[in-house]
């Protein structure tokens, strides 16, 4: 079913004991906010709190939560799994180049070995080793994938190198669909998904701070013609993360994960026409989105099959 091949049932998470907003992503990561006067302890455990209370709540849904604990302060990122990898139906497994180094110790043997055992894993392809030169594609961070209908949605930057992008979609079998976008300060934006997120039924979009009128009325069209209602956003909500959210499917109906400040700033509407579809599900996680990132980007997806 659709629903099954776009929202998966299952996630990895990392919990952070050694969270911190990472100075070398915040050259192109507007959303980092620095909190010079939080010291380290505070952070670390703020934040594994939040990653606690989000794996807690995905699991009272129904959704497996498979919990990973990080392993060192050289990884301040490390909550954000969903960058270094990407899973696929039929048994496959991608693994991407950061472009921060500090990002790259990310990467854990440990995840894929336990994908390998409690899933149907054929094939792994490791775009890694493009980092010494200079090309990053940072997994469904960069990309928002439609798995239903095989596109790739991404909004041109530096961590969206389009060699690599081309070179996933061949392996991968998606049709790429890139657009240039800039915030209101005239700046590109990090990652895709703060802008973009797509569901089974819907898809939350904010469509201002893309810069070619015609490219985004071809990527709305797009979107609508593959029968998904277009719930756009404003730059003001994106700042709030509306723009962060997964769907995944739980035991009962598909929900979709955002962060409580997200869903706040929502309006009547547009919660009405995502809940027409799947259940909100919102969870606080003010510390995490200090470092530029929030729920969606917690999640890595599981899109393979069981053992």
């Avoid at 869903?263 to 009547?268: G, K, L, Q, R």
């Amino acid at each position: 079913m659709r629903h099954q091949i776009q929202a998966p049932s299952a996630v990895v998470m990392v919990r952070p004991h050694y969270f911190t907003p990472n100075p070398e992503t915040a050259a192109d990561n507007v959303f980092q906010l620095p909190r010079p006067e939080i010291n380290a302890e505070t952070f670390e455990a703020r934040a594994l709190r939040e990653v606690d209370a989000v794996a807690r709540t995905l699991m009272e849904h129904g959704v497996r939560v498979h919990v990973f604990d990080d392993l060192t302060r050289e990884t301040p990122d490390s909550v954000f799994p969903n960058n270094w990898f990407s899973t696929h139906r039929g048994g496959r497994v991608a693994i991407y180049p950061m472009a921060a180094p500090s990002r790259r110790g990310e990467r854990r043997p440990d995840v894929i070995e336990m994908l390998k055992s409690e899933y149907r894993v054929q094939e792994i392809i490791d775009y890694s080793g493009m980092e010494p030169d200079g090309l990053f594609l940072e997994g469904t961070g960069a990309m928002i994938l439609d798995h239903a209908e095989r596109v790739a949605y991404v909004g041109e930057s530096y961590r969206a190198d389009p060699i690599l992008l081309e070179r996933f979609c061949t392996h991968f079998g998606y049709e790429p669909m890139v657009f240039a976008n800039r915030d209101p300060a005239g700046n590109a934006i990090y990652h895709t998904n703060v802008i973009c997120s797509i569901a089974t039924e819907f898809a939350v979009l904010c469509t201002e701070v893309m810069t070619d009128a015609a490219r985004r009325d071809e990527i709305v069209a797009r979107l609508r013609d593959s029968g998904r209602d277009v719930i756009e956003i404003s730059w003001e909500q994106v700042t709030e993360f509306a723009g962060n959210g997964l769907e995944l499917s739980g035991s009962d109906r598909r929900i979709y994960a955002c962060s409580a400040r997200a869903a706040a700033s929502f309006t009547a509407d547009q919660r009405a026409r995502i809940e027409s579809s799947a259940q909100l599900v919102a969870i606080d996680v003010p510390t995490i989105e200090l470092a530029g990132g929030s729920v969606r980007c917690m999640l890595a997806g599981i899109h393979l099959s069981r053992r």
